[in-house]
């Protein structure tokens, strides 16, 4: 008995991970942006500044760019995004009780700040800010006093706070992330992955109206407070929002930037288009202004090069950005209602085959300028069908590859309902018997034993007449 429920245990796990595999995988597939093409029709790579990007189109989940995506990497500012998250999730998002709650801290807050360069917007040791003008202050101008406020008020030290922070991190798959503060200024155990700070950025866009509402302003005026009477104005970073600059993008929504030394410039942004989204974080894009852009300054001192900086980052989401909603479609690959090819199948009663379709249809996006035809159709059936068969009993696969590259693999399942003649199942076993090897040595060994008896019986005879 013992025994008999080991087995029967071990079959529920079994059926339980086969009802768990998709009947449809499609793996990951990263592009190659590009900028046209030369006079030769080949495409010319988009010339890309960042050391790290990651991009996703948040409407399929689809990674689109892919380049040193889940290197760990210094966040800098990018690291204020987590401290967002944890205050709007201790608030569930709720705005008015953001407006309601007011927060302050003492020179603990502020400390550790002075004389960095950190980034800043004015609060003042003791002055209480409601917590919806202390995410503002994070958010738009990168206020670090704002995180270290936010820190040490959600929880009794920045160290708790950086805890929850990580524990956040581990429940969203973060894998290559940990934080050891609050504001991302340097420090030896803060880092992240572009891959992993798109995991934060999606989360944050999808669950807080108010995270979505504050990225995506260019200036905000927070409310005044015992030492601002008037309040204070505060800009934000993202140049991509500000439509009096060079780097402006009408569809960008947000979300964040980071400047470290240590980390180049860093952005994380998202971007909408005729119902289409796209997220991108970058990282690493050069501080200085490269040698050939200084030549183009002195060429046209009124260019986007003309000024003291460029910010590379922005550049590099700009030109992704224009290159995905003029280059990629969503396109149907597989369509799931087609017969693709038949299979052999044995012991059928009237039938001797079944025909095979796809358990599902495929649609990614896809560039305009590469034909469908360019992916090849790999199917493969499984040998030794045997009746019975039903009609979604999955009897091979095909994979669709572009260049070596597998972009998904879908079951093929039957349409065919094939029932078993016991007749030629039966015939088909006797058959099978005859011709076996089995079989074969032991006629041998009868026939053998046959002539063995025959030459004992004769000889016993023959020595009975000569008696």
Known sequence: MKLKRKISRILSMTLA??????????DAFNFTPTSGYDDDGKAIP???YSEAVYMVNLDSGEAIVDINGEDERVPASLTKIMTAVVLLDKFKGDEQKLKDTYYSAGSEAFDELYDTGASTADIQPGEEVSCYDLLA???IPSSCEAANIIALNVSDSIT????LMNEKAEKLGMENTHF??????????????CKDMATLCEYAISKYQVFRDIVCLPSYHMASTSYHSDGTDIYNTNLMLDSMTDYYYSYAKGIKTGTLDSAGRCLASYAEYEGTTYLIVTMGAPMEKLEEDVKKSEEDPDSIYGGDNVYYNLLD???LYKWAFSSLVATDFVDKNSEVRDVKVSYGDGIDYANLKPANGFTRLWPVDISVNDVEKKITVYDN???PVEVGDVLGKME?????????TIDLVSTTKVERSQVKAKVKIAKSYFESSVFKVTLTILIALIVIYSVIHIAKIQKKYMK
Do not use: R
């Not at 708790?160 to 805890?163: A, G, I, K, L, S």
């Not at 669709?400 to 998904?408: D, P, S």
């Open 17 to 26: 991970i086969m009802l768990l595999v998709p009947a449809m995988c499609a």
């Open 385 to 387: 069908v045997v009746a």
């Open 46 to 48: 988009l010339k890309l």
């Open 137 to 139: 202050a994070l958010l």
């Open 317 to 319: 989401h700009i030109s």
């Open 160 to 163: 708790e706070f950086t805890d």
């Open 400 to 408: 669709l590859v572009y260049k070596g590259e597998v972009l998904a």
């Open 180 to 193: 050891s503060n609050a504001h991302g200024l340097w420090a030896q155990q803060n880092y992240s992955s």
